[in-house]
């Protein structure tokens, strides 16, 4: 929900991939090579190769954090008072630092999961969390079904 006080929403960058940061980090090698002394084809085999583990296993690193950070973020925002204002807030700051959106709007339906009831409206059970850098679900949200009409959200983030 977006209330004449809030800042207006940043444009999101394109979402990359391993794969694209791998691509253009690999056909640089070459130039960079070029540029050195004389190395066998099997250095610079072996090179490319490297550099693709590397960059595949930081991707996965940072999946692995940031659904950690989701995990926590969930839990907290499960309680009463979402954690109290200190690490409510810091968890935003840990969010906006990973670039990891907190989606609490049922209409994003691809984005969660309806665990249980009946009725054309949705209880918010826990928000869903999405990378910006990849356009991945990190963290599927759950809905309830709830009697009311359709379209009809309730338990919402304020």
């Not at 070029?34 to 996965?60: M, Q, Y």
């Not at 109290?84 to 906006?96: I, K, N, W």
């Not at 009946?118 to 991945?136: C, H, I, Q, S, W």
């Amino acid at each position: 929900m977006i209330d004449a006080q809030s800042p207006a929403p940043a444009e999101r960058p394109e979402p990359i991939d391993a794969m694209t940061v791998i691509k253009g980090v690999v056909e640089r090698i070459p130039q960079v090579l070029r540029n050195t002394p004389a190395e066998d084809p099997a250095s610079v085999s072996a090179l490319n190769t490297a550099v693709r583990k590397a960059v595949l296993d930081e991707f996965r690193t940072r999946a692995r954090f940031a659904g950690r950070i989701a995990e926590i973020d969930a839990l907290l925002w499960s309680q009463a008072d979402r954690g109290g204002d200190t690490v409510s807030g810091s968890m935003e700051a840990h969010l906006r630092e990973l670039r990891l959106n907190r989606v609490t709007e049922p209409e994003q339906s691809d984005r969660f999961v309806v665990t249980e009831g009946e009725g054309d409206a949705f209880e918010l059970l826990r928000p869903a969390y999405v990378d910006e850098l990849t356009g991945k679900v990190i963290l599927a949200g759950q809905l309830r079904r709830v009697p009311g009409p359709a379209g009809t959200a309730v338990g919402e983030e304020a």
